[in-house]
């Protein structure tokens, strides 16, 4: 079982930049993937940026050339570097890891807010 630890969100002004961090409870090297998902009200949850080991990265479509995904093998943890923030940036993300390719199940951290407003 993997444990995840979101910490970094909080309130930002537009165009301002946050950075999250993912803290595992394993080293990410023996994880498959990892990634960053955010849920606004009455939104679905979404992609925002993902990594698979060997540095593969994903990213949604509203976030990309903005946001960046990276990993600290030494920390265990995935950052996600935001900049450019938009007001429609505000959600709750959260940190997701798929343990290998054939899993069925991931695992999910509890989740950060993150307010873009003026």
């Known amino acids: 079982q993997v444990q995840l630890v979101e910490s970094g969100g909080g309130l930002v002004q537009p165009g301002g930049s946050l950075r999250l961090s993912c803290a595992a409870s394993?080293?990410?090297?023996?994880?498959?993937?990892m990634g960053w998902y955010r849920q606004a009200p009455g939104k679905r949850r979404e992609l925002v940026a993902g990594?698979?080991?060997?540095?593969?990265?994903d990213y949604g479509d509203s976030v990309k050339g903005r946001f960046t995904i990276s990993t600290d093998n030494a920390k265990n943890t995935v950052d996600l570097q935001m900049i450019s923030l938009k007001p429609e940036d505000t959600a709750v993300y959260y940190c997701?890891?798929?343990?290998?390719?054939?899993?069925?199940?991931?695992?999910w951290g509890q989740g950060t807010q993150v307010t873009v407003s003026s």
């Open positions: 997701y890891a798929q343990p290998s390719p054939s899993s069925t199940l991931g695992y």
């Open positions: 394993q080293s990410i090297e023996s994880i498959y993937a």
């Open positions: 990594i698979i080991s060997g540095g593969s990265t």
